[in-house]
Nanobody
């Protein structure tokens, strides 16, 4: 079994910054892609940013230039640095990881979600 535990959400004023972290643990052989989705009230879940095991990244257009996804492979941890936050960034943020477990099977795993609220 594999678990993803997130931290770092909260309330921040417009223009502020937050850093989310997500650590994977359990029966892990290797981790392929890791990253972040978000879901705002009444909207579908969308990909925010992801990073491959080689370090390549991708982002949704609305966060390019403001958000940065990175990972520490030694710690099985993915980060989301969010700068210049806007009210429309308010959502529950979920980390994900595509994991090859010790039985060499691939599965997608999700964190529990962390609330990010951008408001004055």
């Amino acid at each position: 079994q594999v678990q993803l535990v997130e931290s770092g959400g909260g309330l921040v004023q417009p223009g502020g910054s937050l850093r989310l972290s997500c650590t994977a643990s359990g029966s892990i052989f290797s981790i392929n892609a890791m990253g972040w989705y978000r879901q705002a009230p009444g909207k579908e879940r969308e990909l925010v940013g992801g990073v491959g095991n080689g370090g390549s990244t991708r982002y949704v257009d609305s966060v390019k230039g403001r958000f940065t996804t990175s990972r520490d492979n030694a710690k099985n941890t993915v980060y989301l640095q969010m700068n210049s936050l806007k009210p429309e960034d308010t959502a529950v943020y979920y980390c994900y990881a595509n994991v090859e477990n010790i039985w060499r099977r691939n599965y997608n795993y999700w964190g529990q979600g962390t609330q990010v609220t951008v408001s004055s």
